[in-house]
T-cell receptor, first 115, second 115 residues
Framework: GNSVTQMEGPVTLSEEAFLTINCTYT??????LFWYVQYPGEGLQLLLK?????DKGSNKGFEATYRKETTSFHLEKGSVQVSDSAVYFC??????????????FGTGTKLQVIP | DTGVSQDPRHKITKRGQNVTFRCDPI?????LYWYRQTLGQGPEFLTY????????KSRLLSDRFSAERPKGSFSTLEIQRTEQGDSAMYLC?????????????FGQGTRLTVV
């Protein structure tokens, strides 16, 4: 079946540090890949997505590139801010799911940014 | 439209009691999803509706769980004879149809605690 593996947290960084959160996946075919963010007390928000190999998703300074050869979708940001503190989920959508959003999520990585 | 809304936000119940949660999707969205998120884990797919039709149910959805979307608008998720293992965050999401690239928007969730 499909699965997503992401690095365990918490990840603690100082403000303006470089962020990488690793994510690898297992899926048949060509899934769409996503990063979701969950701020404290809030629901999940889509941060960025990529739908085919070599696509780069980007939003709010975050980037991730769909690497089919390494089955990876690592999240990066060049300079984190305290407001980026949240839990980040890597996820994939099964290409065989008939077009609807049945999504498989990783376990989440908590990011703490300290001033 | 204020997005996907879930009610209640928090529910504490005694083991063996029945509980019902409500989800109001974004008004023009015809697809609705329920997910369950336990502590330290990513959300897990439970079930999916297209309009009023329930098109897929996960094996996680035991016979104590039932979901409805009677008029293709709001949905309810009922858990009968609750068990401590049902304690989790129950997330609702909605999306438009039209292929796999339509984004699913999540509500803030209902946190259930079974004591």
């Amino acid at each position: 079946g499909n699965s997503v593996t992401q690095m365990e947290g918490p990840v603690t960084l100082s403000e303006e540090a470089f962020l990488t959160i690793n994510c690898t996946y297992t899926a048949t075919g060509y899934p769409s890949l996503f990063w979701y963010v969950q701020y404290p007390g809030e629901g999940l928000q889509l941060l960025l997505k990529a739908t085919k190999a070599d696509d780069k998703g980007s939003n709010k300074g975050f980037e991730a590139t769909y690497r089919k050869e390494t089955t990876s979708f690592h999240l990066e940001k060049g300079s984190v801010q305290v407001s980026d503190s949240a839990v980040y989920f890597c996820a994939l959508r099964d290409p065989g799911s008939g077009g609807y959003q049945k999504v498989t999520f990783g376990t989440g990585t908590k990011l703490q940014v300290i001033p | 439209d204020t997005g996907v809304s879930q009610d209640p936000r928090h529910k504490i119940t005694k083991r063996g009691q029945n509980v019902t949660f409500r989800c109001d999707p974004i008004s023009e969205h015809n697809r609705l999803y329920w997910y369950r998120q336990t502590l330290g884990q990513g959300p897990e797919f439970l079930t999916y509706f297209q309009n009023e039709a329930q098109l897929e149910k996960s094996r996680l959805l035991s016979d104590r769980f039932s979901a409805e979307r009677p008029k293709g608008s709001f949905s309810t998720l009922e858990i009968q004879r609750t068990e401590q293992g049902d304690s989790a965050m129950y997330l609702c999401a909605s999306s438009l149809s039209g292929g796999g690239n339509t984004e699913a928007f999540f509500g803030q969730g209902t946190r259930l605690t079974v004591v």
